[in-house]
């Protein structure tokens, strides 16, 4: 991660005190994110619209989920363990759409500060 994010150290679960105004987070699954300080090296505009084009990608399999979940019948006719994965699914992306949403935020924060 050092290597590939041009850094000059890697800290695990900093406090939230010790996290600079100029990182930026990003998430790699359900359970990892990673935060890159991004002073100088980001077009925060592209990233911005990367990030708007990847939300709208995991948005809609979400929402087909939940409409299927909310289906008459769904609870009674669907088998427990489809239902598990289901929730466990639908928990995943909801994750992953909340930390996009996220990124988004920091990135138009890191905007908002270069351009003052």
């Given at each position: 991660?050092?290597?590939?994010?041009?850094?000059?150290?890697?800290?695990?679960?900093?406090?939230?005190?010790?996290?600079?105004?100029?990182?930026?987070?990003?998430?790699?699954?359900?359970?990892i994110t990673v935060l890159v300080d991004l002073q100088g090296?980001?077009?925060?505009?592209?990233?911005?619209?990367?990030?708007?084009?990847?939300?709208?990608?995991?948005?809609?399999?979400?929402e087909q989920l939940e409409k299927k979940m909310a289906t008459?019948?769904?609870?009674?006719?669907?088998?427990?363990?489809?239902?598990k994965a289901n929730d466990e699914k639908l928990t995943g992306?909801?994750?992953?759409?909340?930390?996009?949403?996220?990124?988004?935020?920091?990135?138009?924060?890191?905007?908002?500060?270069?351009?003052?």
């Amino acid at each position: 991660i050092k290597t590939l994010g041009s850094g000059s150290q890697v800290d695990i679960n900093p406090a939230d005190a010790d996290i600079p105004g100029t990182v930026g987070t990003m998430g790699v699954n359900d359970s990892i994110t990673v935060l890159v300080d991004l002073q100088g090296k980001v077009d925060f505009k592209t990233e911005i619209g990367r990030l708007n084009k990847n939300l709208g990608k995991a948005k809609g399999p979400m929402e087909q989920l939940e409409k299927k979940m909310a289906t008459a019948g769904y609870q009674e006719n669907v088998p427990d363990h489809l239902k598990k994965a289901n929730d466990e699914k639908l928990t995943g992306l909801k994750k992953k759409c909340a930390d996009i949403e996220e990124a988004i935020a920091s990135f138009e924060k890191l905007l908002s500060l270069e351009d003052n």
